[in-house]
T-cell receptor, first 111, second 122 residues
Framework: QKEVEQDPGPLSVPEGAIVSLNCTYSNSAFQYFMWYRQYSRKGPELLMY????GNKEDGRFTAQVDKSSKYISLFIRDSQPSDSATYLCAISSGGYQKVTFGTGTKLQVIP | GAVVSQHPSRVICKSGTSVKIECRSLDFQATTMFWYRQFPKQSLMLMAT?????????EQGVEKDKFLINHASLTLSTLTVTSAHPEDSSFYICSARDQGLAGGSRPEDTQYFGPGTRLTVL
């Protein structure tokens, strides 16, 4: 079983739609949950992170963690064509432990 | 924000040659740098953790004699792919951890990624 599972997509939505991106993980020791955005042929950039369970909102983006279900989500409201990218979830047990990435979900927002 | 650069951005080489990729932290010191490999439609796979002044720590299955890592200063780590073969063709990405932020205790906000290097071995 992979440590992190993520649907690779692709996911196509019309501009203005609400996007839901999800990952599941297997190790209950993970405490830090991150979302990275990666444009084509570029390195990933950190979008959001959460610690433990709960929600975190930043503008049009909301990250949600449900540790009981080992399920993490990223919601994008009022999606824009500029949001078109691959979104990778990432998890870590914290401190100096390595970060484990999901396979990424490719999102396309159609004008 | 912290910036990490990589050079070259893309390289094409013949099978059997060696290729060196540089990763630099431009405006911060990085005691620790990471090297990842990403195949098309696959996730980032950690290859090794590079520590300044000491030997790199390689992930299981990664040949340390094939992927040589040198982290000689607090702002530079290099990855050398020795005797490259077509199966080594991939996107190589480095990241650097800014130890000056939060003491490095929160990986989510102290790891910055470079733009990646596309390696094609003919």
């Amino acid at each position: 079983q992979k440590e992190v599972e993520q649907d690779p997509g692709p996911l196509s939505v019309p501009e203005g739609a609400i996007v839901s991106l999800n990952c599941t993980y297997s190790n209950s020791a993970f405490q830090y949950f991150m979302w990275y955005r990666q444009y084509s042929r570029k390195g990933p950039e950190l979008l959001m992170y959460t610690y433990s369970s709960g929600n975190k909102e930043d503008g049009r983006f909301t990250a949600q963690v449900d540790k009981s279900s080992k399920y993490i989500s990223l919601f994008i409201r009022d999606s824009q064509p500029s949001d078109s990218a691959t979104y990778l979830c990432a998890i870590s047990s914290g401190g100096y432990q390595k970060v484990t990435f999901g396979t990424g979900t490719k999102l396309q927002v159609i004008p | 924000g912290a910036v990490v650069s990589q050079h070259p951005s893309r390289v094409i080489c013949k099978s059997g040659t060696s290729v060196k990729i540089e990763c630099r932290s431009l405006d911060f010191q990085a005691t620790t740098m990471f090297w990842y490999r990403q195949f098309p439609k696959q996730s980032l796979m950690l290859m090794a953790t590079s520590n300044e002044g000491s030997k790199a720590t390689y992930e299981q299955g990664v040949e340390k004699d094939k992927f040589l890592i040198n982290h000689a200063s607090l702002t530079l780590s290099t990855l050398t792919v020795t005797s490259a073969h077509p199966e080594d063709s991939s996107f190589y990405i480095c990241s650097a951890r800014d130890q000056g932020l939060a003491g490095g205790s929160r990986p989510e906000d102290t790891q910055y990624f470079g733009p990646g290097t596309r390696l094609t071995v003919l």
